[in-house]
Each structure stands twice: as structure tokens, then as C-alpha cells.
């Protein structure tokens, strides 16, 4: 069974930068896109970030375009999120999934546990 192993979270202030990371337990066929997923206090779990396993493809979320990176290292199985300009807003639990891709939940056969990111004003 895939085990997706986040970490890399943290308290950081507006305007700064983390990295988190995702390692996989081994390698999966039917994960076709690795993403990033995020939920705040009181609200819904959300799609942040998706990268395509085959081309390398990238799609995000109007929210983080432009400041956030998502990025693939197959050697590793590691997938990375890059965070810059972080905002108050971004404050929420990290989640990294594995599955067909696309902005639903249902999509995305393996979750990890999930990573704290908190942006303080």
C-alpha cells in the first residue's frame, strides 16, 4: 500500500517562504497526478496544486497561482510544493494526494496525513 509521508510545515510570517514535501512509500501505476490539497479551520478541503506524473503538466488554484510551485522528483518519488509570499489566508493543514488528477477528492486514491501551515499577519 502507497504511503504518503508529508512534511515541511511551519509558522512563518506573511510574505515568507516554506517548502513541503511528499514522499511516497513506493511507486504506483494508477497515480497518474500528484496534488496538493489544503483545509482551513472551518472550511471545506480544497485543491491547491496538481502535477501530471507523465508530462510534467502543472494546474493551480486562482489563489495560489503565481506564488506557489509544485514540482516532481520520480528518483526521489518526492513531490515538493514551493510557497512564497505566503499570506494569512494560506493558513491551513497541508495534505499531498496521489491518484487520476483533477479538482476532486474522490479522484485521489492515497492521502497523507497532512502538514500544519500557519501565516501569522
Known amino acids: 500500500e502507497v504511503q504518503l509521508v508529508e512534511s515541511g510545515g511551519g509558522l512563518v510570517q506573511a510574505g515568507e517562504s516554506l517548502r513541503l514535501s511528499c514522499q511516497a512509500s513506493?511507486?504506483?501505476?494508477?497515480?497518474?497526478?500528484r496534488a496538493w490539497w489544503r483545509q482551513a479551520p472551518g472550511r471545506e478541503r480544497e485543491g491547491v496544486a496538481i502535477i501530471n506524473n507523465s508530462d510534467g503538466s502543472t494546474i493551480y488554484a486562482e489563489a495560489v497561482k503565481d506564488r506557489f510551485t509544485i514540482s516532481y522528483n520520480k528518483h526521489k518519488n518526492t513531490v515538493y510544493l514551493q510557497m512564497n509570499n505566503l499570506k494569512p489566508e494560506d493558513t491551513a493543514v497541508y495534505y499531498c494526494?496521489?491518484?487520476?488528477?483533477?479538482?476532486?477528492?474522490?479522484?485521489?486514491?492515497?492521502w497523507g496525513q497532512g502538514t500544519q501551515v500557519t501565516v501569522s499577519s
Open positions: 494526494a496521489a491518484g487520476l488528477g483533477g479538482w476532486v477528492q474522490a479522484w485521489y486514491q492515497f
Open positions: 513506493e511507486i504506483t501505476l494508477n497515480a497518474h497526478a
